[in-house]
C-alpha cells in the first residue's frame, strides 16, 4: 500500500487535485482512495517571503502499484511535470501540486 500527501496552494487548487488524483489512478496507481480535503496554512521557513503565505489544501491518497520505489517517484514527479509545476522552485515555494 502506497500514501501521498497531495497539495496545493495556487491557482485553482481543487481543480489540480482532482488532476493529480486522475493521473495516479490511469498512470501508477490501482484501488486508489482519498481523504477529505483540508486547507491548512503554509509552514514557511524564516525569511519567506511574504507572497508564499497562501493556504494550502491537503489531503492524502492511498492506493497499490506494480512499481518499484524509484520508478514510482519518477512517475509522480512526470505527473507533477504534466500539471504545471515548477520542479526547479525552491522547496518552500507556492506550488500548484
Do not use: C
Amino acid at each position: 500500500m502506497i500514501y501521498l500527501s497531495l497539495g496545493s496552494n495556487l491557482g485553482d487548487r481543487h481543480f489540480y487535485l482532482n488532476l493529480a488524483i486522475k493521473l495516479l489512478g490511469k498512470e501508477i496507481l490501482f484501488s486508489l482512495e482519498s481523504s477529505r480535503i483540508l486547507e491548512t496554512i503554509a509552514i514557511l521557513p524564516q525569511n519567506a517571503p511574504v507572497t508564499w503565505n497562501l493556504p494550502y489544501l491537503n489531503m492524502i491518497v492511498r492506493g497499490e502499484t506494480h512499481l518499484q520505489p524509484l520508478d514510482f517517484l519518477k512517475h509522480i514527479k512526470h505527473i507533477e511535470k504534466k500539471i504545471g509545476r515548477d520542479l526547479n522552485a525552491l522547496r518552500w515555494a507556492p506550488r500548484i501540486i
